[in-house]
């Protein structure tokens, strides 16, 4: 039979209450922990780029775990304008090993995957303009309950590559440019204000040593004294 409290409230049913919020509590915690250590698949950080036409790329896809794999399956689909193409399959047991069994739909796919890196990558040669397009890299591990994963790649197939945006560089010969021309400005300017300090000095110089040879009689300069020989007595 539940007990009362003072204020008539069961006891049980507080109690009751209590668990079930300790066990919301411990069930967010432990989603939060299996959705920070599961499965990451990524295309890296350039998940869109160019290629010509004729040349061979490198589609990347790379995996990580923090609680570990377990017969890790994988695989390569090209979205075909809704319909998906698969390119190629495989597994990896666990961790450092190399993935097994895979198989290649793709004439012109070469797996070049590897345990070393986590790396499920592929290289597409000779590529075509029908080749671009997105191609989805999919990854399934048992140990999260198959929770499935996946990352997208872009290609773009063109003509010719465009040349890199050069309007940065501009700004920056420019900006160089003009330091450049200020510094010779202002040094050009510092000269002939040193010139024109020791051209004035010269000169005060001069007119300093010719005062001194003058004298000056009754505040008139420029003025001689007669040299009057002493009065006879």
């Known amino acids: 039979m539940a007990s009362m409290d003072r204020s008539g409230v069961r006891v049980s049913g507080r109690l009751r209450s209590g668990d079930l919020l300790q066990a919301g509590l411990a069930v967010v915690l432990l989603l939060g922990v299996w959705s920070v250590g599961g499965l990451e698949v990524s295309t890296g950080k350039v998940s869109v780029i160019e290629a010509m036409n004729g040349s061979t790329v490198l589609i990347p896809c790379t995996y990580s775990s923090c609680i570990g794999i377990k017969d890790l399956f994988f695989n390569w689909h090209y979205n075909d304008n809704g319909t998906m193409l698969k390119l190629c399959e495989g597994e990896i047991p666990m961790e450092g090993v190399e993935p097994r069994g895979v198989s290649v739909y793709h004439e012109r796919i070469e797996f070049v995957g590897s345990s070393k890196g986590n ?3 592929f290289l597409l040669w000779n590529i075509t303009f029908e080749d671009q397009g997105e191609y989805i890299c999919f990854a399934r591990n048992p140990k999260e309950k198959n929770r499935n994963h996946t990352a997208i790649f872009t290609l773009i197939v063109v003509d010719q590559l465009k040349d890199p945006d050069s309007s940065l560089t501009v700004v920056i010969v420019s900006v160089l440019g003009g330091v450049i021309g200020l510094a010779i400005f202002l040094m050009v300017i510092k000269g002939l204000v040193v ?13 300093l040593v010719n005062s001194g040879n003058d004298n000056t009689e009754n505040g008139l300069s420029g003025a001689k ?4 020989g002493t009065p006879k007595a």
């Not at 010139?195 to 007119?207: A, R």
Request: aromatic share 4%; net charge negative; hydrophobic share 25%.
């Open 119 to 121: 790396n499920i990558s």
């Open 195 to 207: 010139n024109f300090l020791l051209d004035g000095g010269e000169k005060n110089k001069d007119c």
């Open 225 to 228: 004294a007669d040299n009057k």
